[in-house]
């Protein structure tokens, strides 16, 4: 019998920490260094990839994913290795999506021909908004002007080709993002990824926010209605939302995150990638130091994982209903059965399915567009205490 991560696939993230500047609303582990020795990086990546290929060498690998931070930061020689060492160390499937995150600034746009030559087959730009006021208030680099060019340069290389907006962002009215969201269609080749703006603890604009600095925030039901807007704009377009956030033309949606979604394996390196990895029948969850530096020494001495654990069939089960109801297909009950060792409520399922915030298709349960906007209260009646 098939081991349950294989109904997701299995995937490889890359975290590369670094950023150019910090941005007030990002609380992703990212920082900023004068300088960066790019040879002792490269050196830990590929023991990380080494001492993975060990413990799983026969997978057939769907997705790498260059994540951070500013993966674009990297030179085009450093992906090259790394990726040379993991097609060296995996099978690969037909298909393998490779996916570089980028920021739009001139400099990293020049380096798109040489990422291409690598292997790089998808980019992910961060754009973030098409106004330049709010791109100086969410702390962006670049210009709307410099967005447009570098995904010009980037649709020259790669077929594949999504940028991320944020929306509910200060003073930002309906009709303000129907403008800019109208114009990012109009941009867009096969993928968006549409993030409503939260303040996140331990942000710049958590702090801002805490003293009553960061004023002109939508209220609950502008951004309610903004994520509304979202849906149906992209689905006029032929943006299908097949996730939360995530919209895209059929057949194009992202590999390596439908990986995370249908809970697949997927092995995360670098400083505070996690994972989870199955073992001997177990999955394992995994997470790695997050400072870069104490990464960078744990690697050395062959510990770079602060923890490891088994996690139990019922917490897998969870965690599976928690990932399978963002995206449009939505969860296998008989998967989830599988894993739980009992049903769902049927009572409570069938109370969500009258209230239009479910649906089930054969032996599948999806939430509709209005259940995606309250998910988390609905897994909050779904899953155990």
Known sequence: MAEDWTHGGFGLYIHWPFCESKCPYCDFNSHVRAEIDEQKWRDAYLKEIDRYAIMVPDRVLNSVFFGGGTPSLMSPDLIHDILDRIQHSWPSANDLEVTLEANPSSVEASRFAAFAQTGVSRVSMGVQALNDVDLKRLGRLHTVAEAQRAFDVARRHF??????????RQDQSLADWRAELSEALQMAVDHLSLYQLT?????????????????????????????????ELCDAAGFQAYEVSNHAKIGSESRHNLIYWRYGDYIGIGPGAHGRLTLFGDRHAIDNWSNPERWLEEVSTGNPEKSRAVIPSAEQASEMLMMGLRVSQGVDLGRY??????????????????????????????????????????????LPD
């Not at 077929?159 to 509910?168: K, N, Q, T, W």
């Not at 894993?339 to 049927?346: Q, V």
């Not at 939430?367 to 309250?374: F, I, K, L």
């Open 337 to 382: 059965r599988a894993l739980a060792d009992k049903s769902l409520c049927e009572h409570k399922v069938s109370e969500f399915v009258e209230l239009n915030l479910l649906k089930k298709n054969g032996n599948f349960l999806s939430a509709t567009s209005s259940g995606r906007s309250v998910l988390n209260a609905i897994l909050r009646e779904l």
């Open 199 to 231: 303040i996140e603890p331990g942000t710049a604009f958590f702090d801002r926010f805490s003293v009553g600095r960061l004023r002109g925030l939508p209220n609950e039901d502008l951004a309610a209605d903004m994520f509304e807007l979202t849906q």
């Open 159 to 168: 077929e594949r080709v999504s940028f991320d907006l944020i929306y509910a």
